[in-house]
């Protein structure tokens, strides 16, 4: 089933709502920072960024989703952005699926689990551990954004290799935005820089490093966290919530044929392909994308909290 990439956007007055800094923590211990808008009685969103990004990634989607009635939480993963770094450089999918189920847990009811990339694994993966195990999901729903089950080798390893470069850092904002839009060409360079601050972190030396911790990218491709993604198939196959799954259609980490088998697995599972977009989808068209996120929960989630409440 297929969702319409080009839904009426959400009105401006939804990005004036303000967010409120919150704390969890992962399931080894670890201060997890996160921020949310709306009211904590309302159905819960929990938003979980891609592989390098912080929390800030998904500020408008976050304001807008709370103007529709919803309570929506941007999570920094552990390593990233305000959450604490782990000691032993824990960074395999496996601890990223125990947070995700551990924060996940410490809603009253199932949240609604949204995930770009490295996020979108994390869910995955929790919502297949809890199959496996014949638990309860650990999530109402579930709204993959460029990642399924599949993904192009060549995107991740460009993807890696973007991470990986510039390990001074930079002099100033300047030269960060000059990277970003060597790597993402199609995408127009802002005018007004300032907010990629909140990405990078300034180090004793005075130059500005990206807000992550570089034992992150270590192995990312193989080891354990290969092995573990062997699981993403019986973790599709095992969906039984509401799904979404969101492409970038100029993405070159899932390709269409790959989103296509996820939806085989997922028979279920509704597709949405933003044009204009790639890996980053959120970013590139956050209008098309928090449009298509709003629709789908409106219409395939809403009811059924209504209904449990």
């Avoid at 103007?67 to 990233?80: F, T």
């Avoid at 709204?143 to 470069?165: C, K, N, Q």
């Avoid at 199609?186 to 130059?207: F, M």
């Avoid at 062997?230 to 390709?255: E, F, H, K, Q, Y």
Wanted: proline share 5%; hydrophobic share 40%.
């Amino acid at each position: 089933m297929s969702l319409d990439q080009s839904a009426e956007s959400p009105t401006t007055e939804a990005f004036s709502i303000e967010s409120a800094s919150i704390e969890f923590r992962g399931s080894s211990g670890l201060s997890l920072a996160a921020d949310a808008w709306g009211a904590p009685t309302d159905p819960p969103v929990l938003l979980l960024h891609g592989g390098g990004q912080t929390r800030h990634a998904w500020a408008g989607t976050g304001a807008a989703l709370a103007a529709k009635g919803w309570y929506a939480i941007s999570l920094d993963l552990r390593g990233h952005g305000d959450s604490e770094w782990d000691p032993d450089g824990d960074y395999g999918h496996a601890a990223f699926a125990s947070d995700t189920a551990s924060v996940a847990s410490s809603f009253e009811r199932p949240p609604v689990l949204v995930g770009a990339s490295l996020g979108g694994l994390s869910s995955l993966l929790a919502l297949g551990r809890s199959a496996r195990a014949g638990a309860p999901p650990p999530a109402s729903a579930l709204v993959l954004v460029d990642i399924a089950t599949r993904m192009e080798v060549d995107g991740a390893r460009r993807i890696l290799a973007f991470m990986s470069s510039n390990p001074d850092g930079f002099a100033n904002l300047e030269e960060a935005a000059d990277a970003i839009a060597t790597y993402n060409p199609h995408r127009n360079r802002p005018k007004n820089i300032s907010g990629l601050a909140k990405n990078l972190r300034v180090r004793d030396d005075g130059r500005y490093r990206w807000h992550w911790d570089p034992a992150f990218i270590e192995d990312r491709l193989g080891g354990e966290n290969g092995r573990e993604l062997d699981n993403l198939d019986d973790a599709a196959r095992s969906l039984a919530i509401p799904t979404l799954l969101v492409r970038g259609r100029m993405s070159d980490l899932l390709s269409e044929e790959g989103a296509q088998e996820f939806m085989r697995q997922v028979p279920h599972a509704h597709f949405c392909d933003v044009s204009d977009a790639g890996h980053m989808v959120a970013g590139d068209r956050n209008d098309k994308f928090t449009a298509a996120v709003i629709d789908f929960l409106q219409r395939e989630v809403r009811e059924r909290f209504d209904a449990a409440s």
